[in-house]
């Protein structure tokens, strides 16, 4: 069971999920806005729920804070924010999920185990995967070019390994989205759009014999340069 910071500045959605998580026998701290959730957050947190609307300081500043001070933690935004650009902004900053307001509690819930389930488990059979100088480390769940590691969050190696293993292959966006994520329906495909793109930005510093290439209509696929 895992110990989870819940921070939003609605007191019946604190109460409502605190109340699902602990039925669940998960450990639930809260706090009412970003500033009261940065002082909560310490090694014992393994996921942060944040509501990205809040006085103070809001989801996106606690994050950036939390960066700032070399803090790595998963995190799932809440957002009554409905234009694309704002959702696509708060994946960009590394949110591995998001949920809309209003939600159903069970729905965070299933999110949050399966988020849980992929960072405190393994995944991926004990082995790596090698194309030219970039090595895919299973154990470590982490990518490398030569010696220097990537920095791929979770979700990143998630997208990245799933997309490897099958190289050459065409990869729909909703399979990725049911494989990696773990589910079959989600509110949009930008989500996986983001993560792609955060990948390819990673990838492209290096002078690299492979990349993700979209197949328009279909999804991606992870081949080797054509020259």
């Known amino acids: 069971m895992a110990h989870i910071l819940i921070v939003d500045d609605e007191p019946d959605i604190l109460s409502i999920c605190q109340t699902y998580f602990e039925y669940e026998g998960h ?22 729920i944040l509501d990205i609307m809040m006085p103070e300081l809001d989801g996106i500043g606690l994050v950036q ?52 389930k992929r960072t405190t488990q393994q995944t991926h059979a004990e082995k790596n995967l090698t194309f030219g100088t970039l090595i895919l480390d299973a154990r470590q769940h982490r990518a490398f070019v030569g010696a220097e590691d990537l920095q791929l969050r ?22 990725l989205l049911e494989k990696v994520w773990g589910f079959d329906y989600y509110e949009d495909a930008s989500t996986v759009n983001v993560h792609v793109h955060r990948i390819r930005e990673k990838l492209e510093k290096y002078n690299l014999t492979y990349q993700i290439s979209t197949v328009w209509g279909l999804g991606y696929r992870f081949e080797q340069v054509k020259v």
């Open 65 to 116: 804070r939390l960066h700032q001070q070399g803090i790595d933690k998963p995190f799932i935004y809440l957002t009554a924010k409905t234009q694309e650009q704002d959702l696509l902004f708060g994946l960009t900053l590394g949110a591995d999920d998001y949920i809309m307001k209003p939600f159903n509690p069970r729905e965070l819930v299933l999110r949050v185990n399966n988020l849980l």
């Open 27 to 48: 450990q639930v701290t809260t706090a009412f806005n970003g500033v009261d959730g940065l002082v909560k957050v310490d090694d014992s947190i393994d996921l942060l």
């Open 154 to 175: 979770t979700k990143e190696f998630d997208v990245l390994w799933y997309l490897a293993e099958r190289e050459d292959a065409v990869v729909s966006k909703s399979e």
